[in-house]
Every structure is written in C-alpha cells, then in structure tokens.
C-alpha cells in the first residue's frame, strides 16, 4: 500500500524553527516527485517545496525561498522540510505528497496524498 507519513508539526514562535519528515513507502522512490503542501483556513492548498532524485533540483514557492528547504534521504525514503524564520502566516496544516515527475517544476497535482501535520505560527 502507498503511504505517506508526515511528522513534525507543532507550535511554535515567530521567528522559530521546525522540521517536517515525510516517510514514504509502497511505490518506487525514484519515479516520483516529494512535494510538501499546505493549507490555511479558508486558503487554496499551496505547493511549498518538492524535489526528486530525477534531477535534486528543489523547487520553492516565492513564499518560502530562503526559509525553507527541502531534503531527501533515499535510504530511509524520507523527505525532509526544514522551516526557519517562521512566520504567523506560514500557519497551515502541511501535507506531503508524490507527484508525477512531470509536476516536479511546479510542485502540483499529487498523486498520492499523506494525512497532514499541522504547524501553528504564533506571533
């Protein structure tokens, strides 16, 4: 069975750190792109950062560049989201997902989906 696993999140204060993991097993790795989501009350799900060992190249949203970045153990099938200088609207349940290789420069359209781990900002 396809899972995707997401731990990490929590409360923390502005300017503070946190980091997600996203554990994924049932597929292979490597034909997929890992991309972390979120989405905020009454917001559209937002694709903040994935990357792939097709190419390593991460990809940001403007939001996040220079805040976040993303890593991939394939070893352990693990994605990594390292958030620093946070701020109250980074404020979202995050999700993780594989995306089609295709979507990895836009970070969209995941295929399969994780539960969310929910990550408040206070200011």
């Known amino acids: 069975d396809v899972q995707l696993q997401a731990f990490g999140g929590g409360l923390v204060q502005a300017g503070g750190s946190l980091t997600l993991s996203c554990a994924a097993s049932?597929?292979?790795?490597?034909?997929?792109?890992i991309g972390w989501f979120r989405q905020a009350p009454g917001k559209e799900r937002e694709g903040v950062s994935c990357i792939s060992n097709y190419d390593g190249i991460p990809y940001y949203a403007d939001s996040v560049k220079g805040r976040f970045t993303i890593s991939s153990d394939n070893a352990k099938k693990t994605v990594y989201l390292q958030m620093n200088s946070l701020k109250p609207e980074d404020t979202a349940v995050y999700l993780c997902?594989?995306?089609?290789?295709?979507?990895?420069?836009?970070?969209?359209?995941?295929?399969?989906w994780g539960m969310g781990t929910l990550v408040t900002v206070s200011s």
């Open positions: 997902a594989a995306l089609r290789l295709r979507y990895r420069k836009v970070c969209a359209r995941g295929e399969f």
């Open positions: 049932g597929f292979t790795f490597d034909d997929y792109a």
